[in-house]
């Protein structure tokens, strides 16, 4: 059974900074590729940034480039999404997520945590 415990949400200040943290088990994390997504009230769910298994290769929207970061320790089990210089429009419920891959292809469906809660406002 895949299990996530994520952690590190909360209210913060615009300008403000927080990192998430998951832990992952049930599968051999070094093996997936692992990724955070949000969903803000009222739209879909989006793809905040991916890093594939070695961590040698990363991926991130647009609208978070240059300010968030992802990173992984694999003999921890535990994906990271740093999150510096926060606006409000980055308030969401954060998920972290983690998907099978072989070398750069990937296969099934993604697992999912159960999302915490990051409300940027002043």
């Known amino acids: 059974q895949v299990q996530f415990v994520e952690s590190g949400g909360g209210l913060v200040q615009p300008g403000g900074s927080l990192r998430l943290s998951c832990v992952v088990s049930?599968?051999?994390?070094?093996?997936?590729?692992m990724s955070w997504y949000r969903q803000a009230p009222g739209k879909e769910r989006e793809l905040v940034a991916a890093?594939?298994?070695?961590?040698?290769?990363?991926n991130y929207a647009d609208s978070v480039k240059g300010r968030f970061t992802i990173s992984r320790d694999n003999s921890k089990n535990t994906a990271y999404l740093q999150m510096n210089s926060l606006k409000p429009e980055d308030t969401a419920v954060y998920y972290c997520s983690a998907r099978f891959c072989s070398g750069s292809v990937c296969y099934g469906d993604n697992y999912w945590g159960q999302g915490t809660q990051v409300t940027v406002s002043s």
């Open positions: 890093i594939m298994r070695s961590g040698d290769a990363t």
């Open positions: 049930g599968i051999t994390q070094r093996s997936y590729r």
